[in-house]
């Protein structure tokens, strides 16, 4: 994905991308899938509501949210696949190797987007409590698999 260039008097916040024909990959890790099956139904229903295919979003799990560095390179490697979605959920209380899993997918991840030069979303929730995880997927702090999906678009149009 080359960037466009944009000078000052094209550039708009307002500028809205038609992602109709946008492709994307949503990679769904499976433990504590109470909260990532929130996160992926709230992205999903971004992508639509701002224009993007049912056909053409994609979904592949994977078991934990370590996995999602390959899941992401898996779709990422694809041609076709204009930006990845990564959606997973670490509880810091409930697991002890809390430290190693984040900074390994979010180094992981980082990598991918920079190997493969297409956005790829660290959608991974971080909390302490299963609670402020729910509070973050459906509950009252909104949804992070929405603001994952506006992510993953506004990258596609700056
Ligand atoms: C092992 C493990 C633990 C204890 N906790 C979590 C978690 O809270 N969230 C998550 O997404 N994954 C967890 N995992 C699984 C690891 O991500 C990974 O799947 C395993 O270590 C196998 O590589």
């Keep these: ?13 307002k500028n809205i991308l038609d992602i ?3 492709k994307f990959g949503i990679v769904v890790s499976e433990w504590n899938d109470q909260v990532t099956e929130s996160l992926f139904s709230a992205a999903v229903d971004t ?32 041609e076709e696949i204009d930006a990845v979605i990564c959606l997973g959920c670490v509880i810091q209380g409930e697991t002890r190797h809390f430290d ?9 991840i980082t990598n991918v987007s920079i190997k493969y030069n297409k956005p790829v ?6 909390p302490n409590t ?7 997927a459906g509950g009252k702090h909104g ?5 994952a999906a506006i992510t993953a678009i506004k990258m596609l149009g700056f």
């Design 143 to 147: 949804n992070k698999g929405d603001e």
């Design 47 to 78: 992508l639509l509501k701002h224009g993007a295919k049912k056909e053409n979003i994609f979904r592949k799990n994977v078991p934990g949210s370590f996995e999602l560095t390959l899941g992401a390179q898996w779709l990422a490697e694809l």
């Design 121 to 126: 979303i660290f959608g991974v929730l971080t």
């Design 20 to 22: 109709s024909n946008k």
């Design 130 to 136: 299963m609670q402020q995880a729910l509070d973050r």
């Design 100 to 108: 190693f899993i984040c900074d390994a997918v979010a180094h992981g």
């Design 1 to 13: 994905m080359a960037t466009s260039l944009k000078s000052l008097s094209q550039y708009s916040d």
